[in-house]
């Protein structure tokens, strides 16, 4: 009988930013259990609700996108989608919220478990979605809910009547959250957090810049694993630390010409969309069978929250890539392709997420066009792994691959 | 005397192309409003004609091409008709911000029906601050000059608070309407239907004047045989073949919860001197709708109540596939209605759905479930 070998994986350097980022985001999930369990207040938060508030009042809150993804990356996105079925929940309702929903009755969640809120801080730039789903959490458990409204912005910039809304609303959040919670809100501290979470920002935007390299000094890959520090904590020192310490590798990489990308990168792609977490294995591996790098994703633009003033901190908020109209978003895909030499677009149609891809078609288009690269797209979903078929996605890859080899050869030859 | 004001109703309902055409030729100005709550008093009071911008009933060919299948077909199906030239010879669509289908509407529209401008609405869904107030005037003001912009027509304050008053006195004429239809069986879903349809397309003047021959002479008929009796809740419920599926089973509608029908109606606007601020105040005391921030879910106590008031054997919810706020709040509004004792199902509807062979099956078994009640 064949010994089985298994390959020794070597222990983690704790000086690395891969375990410096693990550990935050695992920090994040005890601290709240850790809270919790002294009786102090924890708080579910949006992905795009300003860090900076609960931060500044040293609130515990976690974050049931992360903890939904985390769920379905390790396979129990479709348990829980099927419970929140069996409560009545429509399999087309976004499936982090079901996730979500199913481990708010009171489903175990072995995978990423996260103690219940006492609160929930909902902020709609990223789809009105949230707010149904943030209601029907402060309606069955019989929380609070602390709600910042972030329209849609059909325009390319921020009007100033919106940043007078979202200041006021920022206003209201933080005098709720002192009388839930007892708190009280310091501005000297805000300013402290302002500074931190900037210097994050900016680790990030110039770590994930260095994809203009090429080869990329970094598998795209790695940045839908470290965005999760860039929601969460960006706030946080350890962050900033961690972010820079990502920084200092990605540059050592480049110029020791090594990379996180095992093998020869081939081509360079931009990706669309949230990661199909459930088949994040055969996503990643059938990039990488093919030479294939994902260099960028808007994810590398999104969470560079960099501002000057409590004023510029709304207006930033205004910008993520969700509430942004469709030439906005465009523009910001267009300048990662060209600055990191992009040569084809595979956008993920997410069934999870319909503003996401409501408007994909016309905008990935114009992208190609803009950019003239080839654009492929494949259905899938970002906790439900019923909505995804490998074969599709195998066959728009190679179908993607030998466009862009077959452009590669014309090149060379011309 | 009642049949000829119905068979008026249906006219304007089923051939809106026929009251566009009309509109146009008297040398009028349309301006499209989609749903939900777009400010078409703003409009009105432009001298332009409104016409509702709910979609319509027919296959998805064109629009595939700027959507995905996962996005709801109302939605789409305006792309569709705008894209298929059915809305040529309008001046522009408005599309507020109140769902993430809307908003992609709006964006979609610019490159599907670049003929047609899209002026888009955003509201505050923070409405109840003062602060939000000044949020929702910003909005009105992009449309007013949008709208200009597109019909070389001028704003007036004056005009609008005519426009504002014949809008409450219509709300008040919707409100009766329900009310008398509900003491009267023998009108049947399908023509209570046009009722509503007919009052997206008409100008509020023409649909008022209509509303009060007909409350008039159907207050003159005798009741008809009591049927079961149902509330509706959902966002569209004017499929014919649906109807026609309650009507066959003796179902009749005595209130609705349906965005595309009493919703619109239920909230008047409290005219002061500033036309512009009492119209924004309306839009802020607007509740209990599925599309609408409603931090304590009221809406779902809101039509147990109503249901409780009118009598109800039970609730029809009429979900339209792929509609996020309507999927969020049905398991709570079916647990409310369980534990109010109130029969409730579920019927989904698509615009694109031509088989009701469920939807039948699904309201035979729910008449089942109140007769046995």
């Known amino acids: ?414 | 005397m009642l049949d000829e004001i119905l068979k008026k109703f249906e006219e304007a309902a089923c051939h809106p192309e026929l009251l566009k055409e009309r509109y146009l030729s008297e040398g009028k100005q349309i301006v499209l409003v989609a749903p939900v709550y777009t400010p078409e008093e703003i409009v009105h009071s432009m001298g332009l004609v409104p016409m509702g911008a709910w979609g319509g009933d027919l296959q998805l060919q064109e629009s595939k091409r700027y959507f995905p299948a996962f996005i709801c077909s109302i939605v789409q199906s305006i792309v569709e008709l705008g894209m298929k030239g059915a809305y040529e010879g309008v001046s522009a669509l408005i599309v507020p911000s109140l769902c993430d289908s809307l908003k992609v509407l709006g964006e979609n529209w610019k490159y599907a029906v670049p003929s047609i401008p899209f002026i888009p609405m955003t509201y505050p869904q923070n409405r109840k601050p003062e602060y939000a107030l000044d949020y929702t005037l910003h909005g009105y003001e992009r449309v007013i000059s949008d709208l200009q912009k597109a019909t070389g027509k001028v704003f007036s304050e004056k005009l609008l608070r005519v426009s504002l008053q014949i809008y409450n006195e219509h709300n008040e004429l919707m409100r009766e309407t329900v009310k008398e239809l509900a003491a009267h069986p023998e009108i049947s879903a399908q023509k209570r239907s046009w009722i509503f349809k007919s009052a997206t397309f008409l100008r509020k003047e023409e649909h008022s004047a209509l509303l009060r021959q007909f409350l008039e002479e159907l207050r003159k008929q005798e009741a008809g045989k009591r049927k079961l009796r149902i509330v509706t809740t959902g966002i569209l419920a004017d499929a014919p073949s649906l109807l026609k599926i309650l009507d066959e089973n003796g179902l009749q509608i005595v209130a609705d919860d349906i965005a595309a029908e009493s919703r619109q109606y239920k909230t008047d606007c409290e005219i002061g001197n500033d036309g512009l601020v009492s119209l924004a105040k309306k839009y802020a005391a607007r509740d209990n709708c599925s599309v609408l921030y409603d931090p304590y879910k009221r809406r779902v106590e809101a039509l147990v109540e109503t249901a409780k008031a009118v009598e109800a054997d039970g609730v029809l919810m009429v979900l339209t596939k792929f509609c996020d706020p309507e999927e969020f709040d049905y398991p709570l509004i079916r647990n409310a209605c369980n534990a109010a004792g109130l029969p409730i199902v579920e019927v989904e509807v698509d615009r694109q759905m031509e088989n009701y062979e469920q939807a039948a099956t699904i309201i035979e078994s729910f008449k089942e479930m109140m007769e046995s009640k």
Not at chain 1, 66 to 87: D, F, K, T, V
Not at chain 1, 122 to 129: K, Y
């Open chain 1, 1 to 414: 009988m064949a010994e089985e070998i298994k390959k020794q994986r070597p222990a983690p350097d704790p000086n690395s930013a891969k375990y410096k980022l693990n550990m935050i985001a695992k920090k994040a999930y005890d601290d709240a259990f850790a809270a919790k369990e002294r009786g102090e207040l924890v708080g579910w938060c949006s992905s795009n609700f300003p860090v900076e508030i609960p931060e500044t009042l040293g609130l515990y809150v976690c974050y049931p996108e992360n903890q939904a993804a985390g769920i379905a990356a390790r396979g129990g996105g479709e348990r829980m989608c099927s419970i929140a079925e069996g409560q009545g929940y429509s399999n087309d309702i976004c499936a982090y919220a079901r996730v979500s929903l199913a481990y708010a009755s009171g489903a175990p969640a072995e995978e990423q478990p996260m103690p219940l809120p006492d609160y929930v801080l909902c902020c709609n730039n990223i789809c009105n979605c949230m707010i149904k789903w943030y209601e029907n959490l402060s309606r069955e458990l019989h929380i609070p809910m602390i709600m910042i409204d972030i329209p849609f912005n059909p325009d390319y910039d921020v009007p100033d009547a919106e940043v007078t809304y979202i200041k006021n609303q920022f206003l209201d959040a933080i005098k709720q959250l002192e009388e839930i919670t007892g708190k009280k809100w310091s501005w000297d501290r805000y300013r402290e957090v302002m500074e931190i979470s900037g210097r994050t920002s900016r680790a990030w935007l110039e770590a994930t810049a260095t994809a203009k390299y090429v080869p990329s000094p970094f598998n795209g890959f790695d940045l839908l694993n470290h965005m999760a520090v860039m929601v969460t904590a960006r706030g946080k020192l350890e962050a900033a630390e961690a972010m820079e310490t990502l920084l200092r590798e990605y540059k050592e990489n480049h110029e020791k010409g090594v990379s996180t990308y095992r093998g020869e990168e081939k081509h360079r792609i931009m990706f669309e969309g949230i990661a199909c977490w459930p088949w994040l294995r055969v996503t990643a591996h059938g990039l990488r069978d093919r030479g294939i790098n994902m260099v960028t994703t808007i994810y590398a633009d999104a969470f560079g929250f960099i501002y000057k003033d409590f004023d510029d901190m709304c207006r930033v908020y205004a910008k993520v890539p969700n509430a942004i109209n469709l030439e906005y978003a465009r523009d910001k895909r267009i300048k990662l392709c060209n600055d990191n030499h992009v040569e084809g677009l595979l956008v993920h149609t997410n069934r999870s997420c319909k503003l996401w891809s409501g408007f994909m078609y016309e905008m990935s288009r114009q992208i190609g066009e803009e950019c003239d690269i080839p654009v492929v797209s494949f259905d899938g979903d970002q906790a439900d792994p019923r909505n995804f078929s490998e074969a599709q996605y195998d066959t728009r890859v190679q179908g993607l691959t030998e466009i862009m080899q077959s452009r590669k050869e014309a090149q060379n030859a011309g």
